[in-house]
């Protein structure tokens, strides 16, 4: 024997208490306590007003690429340059670093001093690991650089204050080859006016 309601569904009796809603209806209904009111009065429900966006919320053609650049224009354009002409900066003294004996002749010459580098060894192993210090600071400088400006923080700051720790380490470094070469130094103290 076969139910009359399971074949035609017209038969049915109509369902309380939403007994055939959707788990979405379901949860519209709860939000929307006056929808179920008035459907339990016979009255058909109001439609839903749009709602309204916050006025801190942003738009979506306003909204930011993920990994794009945020912050003040003014901060992202000194900071982009510090960074670039710490490239170049960094790029130049590594080239010169490399060849330190030249390097610290040059550096002599500036003082007026007539001077040659003899510690060859320490020259090279020093010039280098200068040469290394500059290359990495630059490259950390960069990163800390790129994370905060991705933030929107204000970041022109980072730059400088890379170059001044960047260039301590690399000096002492530079220092500590100079001062290995007793024969260079005794002839740029010897020429330090009295």
């Known amino acids: 024997m076969s139910d009359a309601s399971s074949e035609n569904p017209e038969a049915r009796p109509r369902p309380q208490y939403g007994e055939y809603a959707t788990p979405e209806e379901q949860r519209a209904r709860i939000q929307r306590p006056e929808v179920t009111e008035a ?68 550096a002599a010459a500036v003082l007026s001093v007539d001077a040659t580098y003899t510690n060859l060894q320490a020259g090279y192993v020093w010039g280098a690991a200068a040469a290394l210090v500059y290359g990495i600071g630059w490259l950390l400088t960069a990163l800390l650089t790129w994370r905060r400006l991705r933030r929107g923080r204000i970041a022109f700051w980072i730059p400088l204050a890379g170059f001044v720790a960047t260039a301590l380490i690399a000096g002492v470094c530079v220092t500590l080859a100079l001062v290995g070469d007793q024969q260079f130094m005794t002839a740029i103290i010897g020429s330090a006016p009295n």
């Open 39 to 106: 459907l339990e009065a016979g009255v058909a429900p109001q439609p839903e007003p749009p709602a309204a966006a916050p006025a801190s919320a942003p738009t979506p053609a306003a909204a930011p690429r993920p990994g794009a650049l945020r912050g003040p224009l003014w901060d992202r354009i000194i900071t982009g340059g510090l960074l670039a002409y710490g490239l170049v900066s960094t790029v130049s003294t590594i080239v010169q670093l490399l060849d330190f004996p030249r390097y610290a002749e040059s």
